[in-house]
């Protein structure tokens, strides 16, 4: 099963810093924050869909899966054709007007490679981005919800520890 980011937007404060760390990263944020006053914020970013519309329009093989499912992009076989960002329902490629060519979000290969999360990852203060699978992002979040309601109990917090979640 793939690994994904995901989000867990009652968390999210809208800091940005997802945004700082991969503009830090890769010279530009490939991931963005979207604000909807009075209700929630959002970083969007892409989705690595299963079912790719980008990686099946890419005629170059520029687009490609990586050994964690996420969608990868090779620049040396793209020719700037921008199939994949028509193709794409969430328009994330990008194009690189310097070099003509598209550019997306990998999850930070490099990052993944070396064992590291992607950055817009470990710079979320909350934790409202999680990388995983996902049944083991579900999982995890089970068990801590599993744990703050086991605590709730013992503190006399009761079923209000329900609200809480």
Same mark, same amino acid.
């Given at each position: 099963m793939a690994k994904k980011i995901f989000l867990d937007y009652k968390r999210c404060i809208g800091c940005k810093a997802c945004e700082v760390a991969c503009e830090m990263t890769h010279g530009e944020a490939r991931i963005k924050v979207f604000e909807f006053p009075d209700l929630f914020t959002v970083p969007f970013n892409c989705r690595h869909c299963e079912k790719a519309p980008c990686l099946n329009v890419c005629p170059s093989g520029a687009l490609f899966r990586d050994d964690d499912g996420a969608v990868a992009f090779d620049p040396l076989k793209c020719i700037g054709c921008l199939m994949c960002?028509?193709?794409? !329902?969430?328009?994330? !490629? *990008?194009? %690189?007007? %310097? /070099? *003509?060519?598209m550019d997306k979000c990998d999850l930070c290969a490099d990052r993944r490679a070396d064992g590291l999360l992607p950055a817009c990852v470990s710079a979320c203060p909350t934790e409202a981005l999680k990388y995983g699978e996902i049944n083991e992002v579900l999982? /995890?979040?089970e068990g801590k919800i599993v744990a703050n309601l *086991?605590?709730?109990?013992?503190?006399?917090?009761?079923?209000?520890?329900?609200?809480?979640?």
């Open positions: 960002a028509v193709a794409c !329902p969430f328009g994330v !490629p *990008k194009l %690189d007007e %310097d /070099n *003509k060519i999982w /995890n979040r *086991k605590g709730s109990a013992e503190r006399g917090e009761g079923e209000e520890a329900y609200l809480i979640l």
